[in-house]
């Protein structure tokens, strides 16, 4: 099966600008993750859907960054305006089952790394 | 809130050598814990997780709740082991709280 796509890949701006990453899921998979991963440490949850609503996003910086994952398919996350600080991989992740259920297996896209300078 | 700490950031093994990477973590109800690896190039993935107690690519964790551990082992270290290993955790009864990861231990394993 085909496995979780992300672009752009890499992704360099200057501070105060804007971006946008988007992600395309397994087909099927019900729960879509987005996390940051800053240089050095583990990944951090930033939002989680389930199909086409947010089931957690208590780690989103909602001044800045949004998602969305319309028709519970693709998602797109943006950042506006950009901070130093954001520099990191954004990674997206699928998983089959509802967000939260024990047994579950998250699948992973190759991450879309951002610099900002 | 939980909490995932893995002490080691990097641990080196020579080839055949055991190897153990730490986990603890800290959650207040019945936890679900992970081994996710990340090999150099490529995703993110599972290694395996505690409910289904198997061993893959020669590797075992046992969750051990009264030491609040979930330590990955195995016993002769081969070179193609080396890479990124993150212990995570679901915590799936309790819907007010959050998937996380730890900090990564580097695995090298040296010929």
């Known amino acids: 099966e085909a496995g979780v796509a992300q672009s752009p890949r890499y992704k360099i701006i200057e501070k105060r600008q804007s971006v946008a990453f988007w992600c395309n899921p397994i087909?099927?998979?019900?729960?879509l993750y987005w996390y940051q991963q800053i240089l050095g440490q583990g990944p951090k949850l930033l939002i989680q859907?389930?199909?086409?609503?947010?089931?957690?996003d208590s780690q989103l910086p909602k001044d800045r960054f949004s998602a969305e994952r319309l028709k519970g398919v693709d998602s797109t996350l943006k950042i506006q305006p950009a901070k130093l600080e954001d520099s990191a991989v954004y990674l997206c992740?699928?998983?089959?089952?509802?967000?939260?259920?024990?047994?579950?297996?998250?699948?992973f896209g190759p991450g879309t790394r951002l610099t900002v300078l | 809130a939980q909490r995932v700490t893995q002490p080691e950031k990097l641990l080196s093994v020579f080839k055949g050598a055991p190897v153990e990477l730490k986990c603890n973590y800290s959650?207040?109800?019945?936890?679900?814990l992970f081994w996710y690896v990340q090999y150099s190039r490529q995703r993110l993935q599972l290694l395996l997780r505690?409910?289904s107690r198997e061993s893959i690519k020669g590797f075992t964790a046992d969750l051990n709740k009264g030491e609040t551990s979930f330590h990955l082992k195995k016993p002769f270290a081969q070179e193609e082991d080396s890479a990124m290993y993150y212990c995570?955790?679901?915590?799936?009864?309790?819907?007010?709280?959050?998937?996380?990861f730890g900090p990564g231990t580097r695995l090298s394993v040296l010929p």
């Open positions: 087909s099927g998979h019900a729960t």
């Open positions: 992740a699928s998983s089959l089952r509802r967000a939260k259920s024990r047994g579950d297996t998250q699948y």
């Open positions: 959650y207040s109800g019945s936890p679900e």
């Open positions: 859907f389930q199909n086409n609503g947010v089931v957690d």
């Open positions: 505690h409910i």
């Open positions: 995570a955790l679901n915590p799936a009864d309790n819907y007010g709280q959050n998937f996380v």
